[in-house]
């Protein structure tokens, strides 16, 4: 099955620093997906990517969809204290009897004030 | 607040018992995704379910779990016989229709499942 390496599985910043995590995949999806999970919480979906080469922003997060669609980016710029939490990249291929998101691993961002 | 509605937050059970998670979706939103996740892992698909209908059960494990989603009432994931294994949190998404887009799928806040 498809799989989705995220890096790094964590990441200690200062507060005002920019942070960048990324997801990479041996297989193509059709759509990539950002999600940032707080803690006994559901995933909230951050920014929502649908075609290679696409750059979005969300206030302070950007993302892109690789042009391979192979992989995909996630920064934060300016962080701040609640940007705390672990972020998802999930990827979606779409196919006949199919809708399932795949997850990486997550990535754990801690910021020190 | 209209959300994902999910119960029990917490459960904890022996291995043997049954435990029985609910999911009451989006209002407007007929089709129900469960998902599970294990300890420092992300989440994974087991199931995509419209009324009185599973789609696609292709994460579901073959034995001991099931799910429905009847024509009244909340979707409901059924373990059967728990084993420790089972010990994870498990994620309701809901979504309006069918390929609508993946931005609209919602997940509720989950129910965290413990077996002694």
């Known amino acids: 099955g498809q799989q989705l390496n995220q890096s790094p599985q964590s990441m200690f910043i200062q507060e005002g620093e920019d942070v960048s995590m990324n997801c990479t995949s041996s297989s193509i999806f059709n759509t990539w997906l950002w999600y940032k999970q707080d803690p006994g919480e559901g995933p909230v979906l951050l920014i929502a990517?649908?075609?290679?080469?696409e750059l979005t922003s969300n206030g302070r997060l950007t993302a892109q969809f690789g042009i391979t669609r192979k992989d995909s980016f996630l920064n934060i710029s300016a962080s701040i204290p609640s940007d705390v939490g672990i972020y998802f990249c999930a990827g979606l291929v779409l196919g006949a009897g199919s809708y399932q998101l795949t997850f990486g691993k997550g990535t754990k961002l801690s910021v020190i004030p | 607040n209209a959300g994902v509605m999910q119960n029990p937050r917490h459960l904890v059970r022996r291995r043997g018992q049954e435990a029985r998670l609910r999911c009451s979706p989006m209002?407007?939103?007929?089709?129900v995704y469960w998902y599970r996740q294990l300890p420092e892992e992300g989440l994974k698909f087991m199931v995509y379910l419209q009324k009185e209908n599973i789609i696609d059960e292709s994460g579901m494990p073959k034995e001991r779990f099931s799910a429905e989603f009847p024509k009244e009432g909340p979707s409901i994931l059924r373990i059967q016989q728990v084993v420790r294994g089972d010990s994870a949190a498990y994620f309701c998404a809901s979504s309006p229709a069918r390929g609508s887009g993946a931005n609209v799928l919602t997940f509720g806040a989950g129910s965290r499942l413990t077996v002694l």
């Open positions: 990517l649908y075609k290679a080469g």
């Open positions: 209002k407007g939103h007929s089709h």
